[in-house]
């Protein structure tokens, strides 16, 4: 073998080593891109199953609280409903004469003029302190006066157990 003979066999051999080699390198950083992405993908998975189960207890929560005010709403309307019923009672039991509000009389103040006696007539059964009778259509006002301020309380009640429910 002549010398450009040997030259060009030891460049080819040079190049299918170098192709070799070449070919080597890339198998081994395709093992090692494949590692990546499975890792990667395991990686993703697992972030995934974390934000379902995130959001699986927030949805949880959510209904539990909804849960909450539903019974909560039921209770209130409840006492709505009754405090409105024991009203109209007093205001029919008012109207019907069947139960009359009196207000005690101060019996030191000289000023209020009043001459009711503080031992019962021969009809009454009321003892111990004065005491007037109130108009009925006053009974009535106050009777209302005092609906309000129950519905009112009660609405209040309402609304401060949704904002702790909302708050836990």
Known sequence: MTTPQKLAVLLI??????????????????????????????????LTQAALRQQQTEQDKRLATEQQLATSDQQHTRELSDAKRNQALLRDH????????????????PVSGCDVPAAPGA??????ARRAQLDPAHAQRIIGITDA??????????CQAYINALMR
């Open 149 to 158: 301020g129950d519905q009112g309380l009660i609405a209040l009640k309402a």
């Open 94 to 109: 008012l109207a019907t004469t069947e139960l009359r509000l009196s207000v005690l009389l101060d019996a030191t103040d």
């Open 13 to 46: 051999a040079m190049a299918i080593a170098f192709g070799a080699a070449w070919q080597v390198q890339a198998w081994r950083y395709a093992g090692q891109l494949a590692s990546q992405a499975a890792l990667q993908a395991d990686d993703l998975n697992n």
């Open 123 to 128: 009809g009454g059964v009321v003892h111990g």
